[in-house]
């Protein structure tokens, strides 16, 4: 243990971002520094919290299974190297699970039973990020090319955090790995579905370089299941006959629409269809083929559909370009500040959470249905009606009341993977929730073909797509050599603690 009184010395404590006036005016991450070099001044201390339980239920929390009691007694004790080496040994990018993991491991730390008198959980995220961020800066992080190659061929199709972990497993297995993405530049929804305010991009990019030098290849700008019009595209069966084993980490990218009165009108627009052009542009990048004119909330009243991190993504964004409000709508009531009776520890509870970007503007609005999105003479949204709803969600009567809106994003989540294309061609399974179906080893109906990630397990997590990756990478390596030494963190069926 680090300290067998640090929680008793020490309060809860985390880094100070940047004044708001400021980040608001950059796309910069908002600590200074980034969060890792922020947290150093005080992170000794607080790793020093931990009580290095005798049932550590942070680990149930992370579906990694991170060895969290053992890289806070190394930090405590200035063995950043040793803290590294234990942190590596279960999550392949904890730059990735420190900036954009909820920290579900956090609210399952036993001093999070009684906040009040223990002083809050341990800051888990944030001793993770201050490790990873310093050995980075201190060249600790060095590729780990395989000793020798297996012979076998791997596709994995899609560069979000399942496909990039399954690739380098497997290609630190031995196998010659393909990564396979649509868009311009890999990483998938991380490269241009996430602002540069929460990862700077530079993040992504070192990580990437670690793989390109330990032999995994990246192929991107291809649409796997379609020939394409220039003929870079890749169809299912190309790709089957090509690949001794395929890994689907496509992702969950069919956006929940809102079907009401005025949903054509111009200014609506998906999340995903706002928040790509916008990164691209905050990175100096023209907007990709076929997106269409740059959606921009310069000078407009903004109104986003949707109170997950989404939406507070698309709040952060449309601040930066000079929106004239923004009101961000849920249809849930306002959750509590405290944890719930109902949602006993360790359990991730619905409390009332802000983020940075509900730091800097912008009003949240709970308990509200969209009735009808209205419209102008020309054709363009100019408000929304908007109605109270009750517990069972149902209108209250004499609640109806309009809000201006000259853009409106809805960030209402995700349905699950694309059909069309790859997945017809492949001719996979899809389970009663439109995902596709897989057995006990990450398998889907289709022989040699794999699923990881949202794809199979619907819309999740950051830190459980990493676990699907390293999962189905062992139930690869099992299934091209029948045997594997790689880790299998979490079963396809494995899920959040929850009561």
């Known amino acids: ?31 200074p520094g980034g969060p890792g070099r922020a947290l150093l001044p005080i992170i000794a201390t607080q790793a020093s919290r931990c009580m290095d339980c005798g049932i550590p ?154 793989m390109r030098r330990e032999g995994t290849v990246f192929r991107a700008g291809v649409e796997v299941g379609s020939a394409g019009p220039d003929g870079t595209g890749l169809t299912g069966e190309t790709l089957r006959a090509r690949y001794d084993a395929v890994v689907l980490a496509v992702g969950s990218t069919v956006a929940r629409d809102l079907p009401v009165p005025g949903r054509a009108l ?110 102008d003479v020309a054709g363009a949204v100019r408000g929304l009606r908007l109605v109270e709803v009750d517990a069972s969600f149902q209108p209250v009567a004499g609640t109806e009341r309009e809000i201006p809106a000259q853009l409106v994003l809805l960030a209402m989540g995700f349905t699950g993977p694309r059909r069309e294309g790859l997945l017809e061609q492949l001719e996979v399974d899809l389970d009663e929730r439109g995902n596709v179906a897989r057995d006990a080893s990450y398998a889907t109906s289709v022989d040699g073909v794999f699923v990881a990630g949202d794809a199979g397990r619907g819309q999740s997590l950051v830190v459980w797509a990493i676990a699907e990756g390293r999962s189905a990478a062992a139930a690869v390596d099992r299934y091209l050599t029948g045997e594997t030494s790689l880790p299998s963190p979490i079963a396809p069926t494995a899920r959040p603690l929850v009561v």
């Open 1 to 31: 243990m680090a300290d067998p009184r640090g929680f008793l010395r020490h309060p809860r404590e985390v880094a100070e971002r940047r004044p708001v006036a400021e980040r608001v005016g950059d796309w910069q991450e908002v600590y």
């Open 57 to 210: 239920f942070c680990h149930q929390g992370c579906p990694l299974g991170n060895l969290i009691p053992e890289w806070n007694d190394l930090v405590f004790r200035d063995d950043w190297d040793g803290a590294m080496d234990r942190l590596h040994a279960t999550n392949n990018f904890p730059e990735l699970t420190g900036r954009l993991c909820p920290a579900p491991c956090e609210t399952a730390c036993v001093l999070g039973i009684d906040p009040a008198s223990s002083g809050g959980p341990v800051t888990i995220k944030n001793v993770e990020v201050a490790i990873v961020d310093r050995a980075w800066e201190s060249g600790y992080v060095r590729p780990r090319p395989p000793e020798w190659l297996s012979g076998r061929t791997v596709a994995v199709v899609g560069s979000g955090p399942a496909g990039l972990a399954a690739a380098q497993q497997l290609t630190r297995a031995g196998h010659t790995v393909a990564v396979y993405e649509r868009a311009d530049r890999i990483g998938g929804l991380l490269r241009y579905g996430i602002p540069e305010f929460k990862m700077e991009k530079a993040v992504l990019d070192r990580r990437l370089d670690q």
């Open 266 to 375: 111009a200014g609506v627009h998906q999340a995903m269809e706002y928040l790509p052009q916008s990164n691209r542009a905050s990175l100096g990048l023209d907007a990709a083929p076929g997106q269409g004119d740059q959606i921009t909330a310069d000078g407009k009243d903004v109104v986003i559909i949707g109170g997950g991190d989404t939406g507070a993504d698309c709040l952060g964004t449309a601040t930066r370009q000079g929106a004239r409000s923004v009101t961000q709508l849920e249809i849930l009531a306002e959750p509590p500040q405290e944890r719930p009776a109902g949602q006993p520890w360790p359990t991730y509870p619905m409390v009332f959470r802000i983020s940075s970007a509900h730091e800097e503007a912008g009003d949240r609005v709970f308990a509200v249905s969209t009735q009808e999105l209205l419209g």
